[in-house]
């Protein structure tokens, strides 16, 4: 199976988004497009390096890779990972958010926007 088919075929409940270095408007665009979506849970925290914040959301229902995909291209998720989540072998999980690099560590998951911007200090 190509690394294309794969991504419209296999299903997931989770929208992850890294941010780097985001302005406040950015986090609160992309934490309220999600919430649109009427997400089961919708979190964030601030990225190990302190400088980028990640976003989840878990969807009530299943949807394919590809949509997600472009939800994440939208959203303005880090283009790395979109590229290396396109090109991953299927038995490699996808979306990784890090918990820690260079011996950091990422902050705590807060579950409403303003704890999120108020822990985000650019």
């Not at 406040?24 to 400088?51: M, Q, T």
């Not at 939800?71 to 299927?90: K, T």
Request: hydrophobic residues 30%; proline residues 6%.
């Amino acid at each position: 199976m190509t690394n294309t088919r794969r991504a419209t075929t296999r299903k997931t409940n989770w929208v992850t988004i890294d941010l780097d270095r985001p302005s406040r408007l950015d986090i609160i665009r992309v934490w309220y497009n999600l919430r649109h979506a009427h997400p089961r849970i919708l979190k964030g925290r601030i990225s190990s390096s302190g400088e980028g914040v990640h976003i989840v959301a878990a969807m009530s229902s299943p949807i394919e890779e590809r949509e997600v995909l472009d939800i994440r291209r939208a959203l303005g998720d880090d283009p790395n990972r979109i590229i290396f989540d396109e090109q991953r072998p299927e038995s490699k999980p996808s979306q990784i958010l890090f918990d820690s690099k260079r011996g950091k560590h990422a902050g705590e998951w807060v579950y409403d926007l303003e704890s999120l911007e108020r822990k985000y200090r650019p």
